[in-house]
């Protein structure tokens, strides 16, 4: 059974940062483009940033300069390291990965984590 397991959200003030990491069972975790994702309540769900197996990185325009996305293909695990974190980026925030290396959708999903910016 696929398996991508999110940890590291939680509460923070404006200004401080969190890392999400999202552990991934698909083998090899090389071959699959990881992205992080999220929903705040009453919204669509939007793409953060994405990262190909190679390392090629994109990021949405509203978190350019604050968040990282970075990945370790030997712990099979992927990152997404968000600073000067703001009231707006709450959300439940998502890893998802696919094989494609540009996926228009992607076909594995993890749980979710909260993450709440507090003003």
């Known amino acids: 059974q696929v398996q991508l397991v999110e940890s590291g959200g939680g509460l923070v003030q404006a200004g401080g940062s969190l890392r999400l990491s999202c552990a991934v069972s698909l083998r090899p975790f090389s071959a699959y483009t990881m992205g992080w994702f999220r929903q705040a309540p009453g919204k669509q769900r939007e793409l953060v940033a994405r990262i190909t197996g190679g390392g090629g990185t994109n990021y949405a325009d509203s978190v350019k300069g604050r968040f990282t996305i970075s990945r370790d293909n030997t712990k099979n695990t992927g990152y997404l390291q968000m600073n000067s974190l703001k009231p707006e980026d709450t959300a439940v925030y998502y890893c998802?990965?696919?094989?494609?290396?540009?996926?228009?959708?992607?076909?594995?999903w993890g749980q979710g984590t909260q993450v709440t910016v507090s003003s």
């Open positions: 998802a990965a696919d094989r494609t290396w540009v996926p228009k959708e992607y076909h594995y």
